[in-house]
């Protein structure tokens, strides 16, 4: 059974930034695409942002576009999102996910298409 674990959320005032990690159990990390999705209260699940499995591609919601960086380290088997400039709106769960599935990379915005999904990791961005 592939384990996503998410750390590195909290509280940071809008402006500030937060690097979120996901260590992911599989050795075969670096065959998955990795993406991160996001939830606020109240609100469904959202795409934030992925990488193909290889890392040559990556797809970014509007919202964080420029502001958010995805990234993997294969040997470490860990997937990174940064998140600078962020805004109270930016406030949600923020959970990883993980497929071996391939798709057209636009395909990978919907929540339904990962097999693997993390506890989540809280962000609170206050204004």
């Known amino acids: 059974q592939v384990q996503l674990v998410e750390s590195g959320g909290g509280l940071v005032q809008a402006g500030g930034s937060l690097n979120l990690s996901c260590a992911v159990s599989?050795?075969?990390?670096?065959?998955?695409?990795m993406g991160w999705f996001r939830q606020g209260s109240g609100k469904e699940r959202e795409f934030v942002a992925i990488?193909?499995?290889?890392?040559?591609?990556?797809l970014f919601a509007d919202s964080v576009k420029g502001r958010f960086t995805i990234s993997r380290d294969i040997a470490e088997n860990t997937l990174y999102l940064q998140a600078n400039t962020l805004k109270p709106e930016d406030t949600a769960t923020y959970y990883c996910?993980?497929?071996?599935?391939?798709?057209?990379?636009?395909?990978?915005?919907?929540?339904?298409?990962?097999?693997?999904w993390g506890q989540g990791t809280q962000v609170i961005v206050s204004s």
């Open positions: 996910a993980g497929t071996r599935k391939v798709f057209p990379i636009l395909a990978f915005r919907h929540p339904p298409n990962f097999d693997y």
């Open positions: 599989e050795r075969t990390f670096n065959q998955y695409a």
């Open positions: 990488i193909t499995w290889n890392g040559g591609s990556t």
